[in-house]
């Protein structure tokens, strides 16, 4: 019997061995999957940085930085053609500003609704239209725009032309909305039960839980989901460039039309000379676009890490 109870436990030595290897193996090639994913996504990024910047900066051969940065009239195909960028980044500017003045306050009350007070089968209906509101195609929206919203703007402030500033920001809020009210809603769902817990023990109503306790403890996640709605409404390209009305414009009203970095690089990348002044002119765009959403990530990630160092 002792030498059967010692071959036994041989034999199950040996498969542990066998197993504790083998979960070796496993994660030694996991952990090196992942960091070679997580440097090819470094690298991708820095080779989109080197591509852009090695064209778009000999659009300084031609144009002063000063004219360039602070020009205020794009006018790149007349007779004599100026490449000032101000106008089409105040342009971007003011569609994202209005974005985010539109989306932000209605985002963030939905996503205390849901999280807090609507009953488990509203939240599911409303998770699903906010995800479907996601999915929609940019274009979809710039039609829905051009047909509709256009003409309401017009009619509703007497103005001759719909095609504003305004139309756009409505259009990108709807494009914002969704990311703004999902990591809200993580961010409020994350909070421990214990906040609420305990504001309501202290006779706080539910109201001044949410606004005093629960609000506050999720500004770090509501912060970066801002941000990241931000991003997503300075990068859009289709619905601006069908409703704002492109006019290379500083907009000092969002009743006026303005014009896009976007919109400018994707309306006129397809015409430019390969390697003509315009062309670099248009990487140099994307450079200061890809500059100003860099900037923006790592905000929103910066304000993400603090919330997880602080537990929330």
Same mark, same amino acid.
């Given at each position: 019997?002792?030498?059967?109870?010692? @071959?036994?436990?041989?034999?199950?030595?040996?498969?542990?061995?066998?197993?504790?290897?083998?979960? %070796?193996?496993?994660?030694?090639?996991?952990?090196?999957?992942?960091?070679?994913?997580?440097?090819?996504? /470094?690298?991708?990024?820095?080779?989109?940085?080197?591509?852009?910047?090695?064209?778009?900066?000999?659009?300084?051969?031609?144009?002063?930085? &000063?004219?360039?940065?602070?020009?205020?009239?794009?006018?790149?195909?007349? &007779?004599?053609?100026?490449?000032? *960028?101000?106008?089409?980044?105040?342009?971007?500017?003011? !569609?994202?500003?209005?974005? #985010?003045?539109?989306?932000?306050?209605?985002?963030?009350?939905?996503?205390?609704? *849901?999280?807090?007070?609507?009953?488990?089968?509203?939240?599911?209906?409303?998770?699903?239209?906010?995800?479907?509101?996601?999915?929609?195609?940019? /274009?979809?929206?710039?039609?829905?725009?051009?047909?509709?919203?256009?003409?309401? /703007?017009?009619?509703?402030?007497?103005?001759?032309?719909?095609?504003?500033?305004?139309?756009?920001? *409505?259009?990108?809020?709807?494009?914002?909305?969704?990311?703004?009210?999902?990591?809200?809603?993580?961010?409020?769902?994350?909070?421990?039960?214990?906040?609420?817990?305990?504001?309501?023990?202290?006779?706080?109503?539910?109201?001044?839980? *949410?606004?005093?306790?629960?609000?506050?403890?999720?500004?770090?996640?509501? #912060? &970066?989901?801002?941000?990241?709605?931000?991003? %997503?409404?300075?990068? @859009?390209?289709?619905? !601006?460039?069908? !409703?704002?009305?492109?006019?290379?414009?500083?907009?000092?009203?969002?009743?006026?039309?303005?014009?896009?970095?976007?919109?400018?690089?994707?309306?006129?990348?397809?015409?430019?000379?390969?390697?003509?002044?315009?062309?670099?002119?248009?990487? &140099?765009?994307?450079?200061?676009?890809?500059?100003?959403?860099?900037?923006?990530?790592?905000?929103?990630?910066?304000?993400?890490?603090?919330?997880?160092? @602080?537990?929330?």
């Amino acid at each position: 019997m002792n030498l059967q109870n010692q @071959e036994s436990t041989k034999i199950v030595h040996r498969k542990s061995l066998k197993k504790g290897v083998k979960h %070796r193996l496993g994660e030694f090639f996991i952990e090196n999957i992942i960091k070679v994913l997580g440097v090819t996504a /470094v690298v991708v990024v820095a080779l989109i940085f080197i591509f852009l910047f090695q064209y778009g900066v000999k659009v300084f051969n031609d144009v002063s930085p &000063a004219e360039f940065f602070f020009g205020r009239y794009w006018f790149p195909v007349s &007779a004599n053609p100026q490449y000032g *960028i101000l106008p089409i980044v105040a342009g971007s500017v003011m !569609v994202t500003l209005g974005a #985010i003045i539109i989306s932000v306050p209605i985002g963030i009350g939905c996503a205390i609704y *849901i999280s807090e007070v609507a009953n488990p089968k509203v939240k599911i209906y409303l998770k699903i239209i906010i995800e479907f509101l996601s999915a929609i195609p940019s /274009v979809v929206l710039g039609f829905l725009g051009i047909i509709v919203l256009s003409n309401w /703007v017009r009619i509703a402030f007497s103005l001759s032309s719909g095609f504003t500033v305004l139309t756009g920001s *409505i259009l990108v809020s709807l494009m914002a909305m969704p990311t703004i009210i999902s990591i809200s809603d993580d961010a409020i769902s994350a909070l421990p039960k214990e906040y609420k817990e305990a504001s309501l023990a202290l006779g706080a109503t539910k109201w001044e839980t *949410i606004k005093n306790v629960l609000v506050p403890a999720a500004s770090s996640g509501i #912060i &970066a989901a801002v941000m990241l709605g931000i991003g %997503r409404a300075i990068g @859009e390209t289709m619905t !601006v460039m069908m !409703v704002t009305g492109n006019a290379a414009q500083i907009p000092t009203s969002f009743l006026m039309s303005g014009r896009t970095m976007t919109a400018t690089i994707a309306a006129e990348m397809g015409d430019t000379v390969r390697n003509g002044t315009h062309y670099h002119a248009l990487f &140099a765009v994307g450079i200061v676009l890809l500059s100003m959403t860099t900037v923006i990530n790592l905000i929103a990630d910066r304000v993400l890490t603090k919330a997880k160092r @602080e537990g929330m």
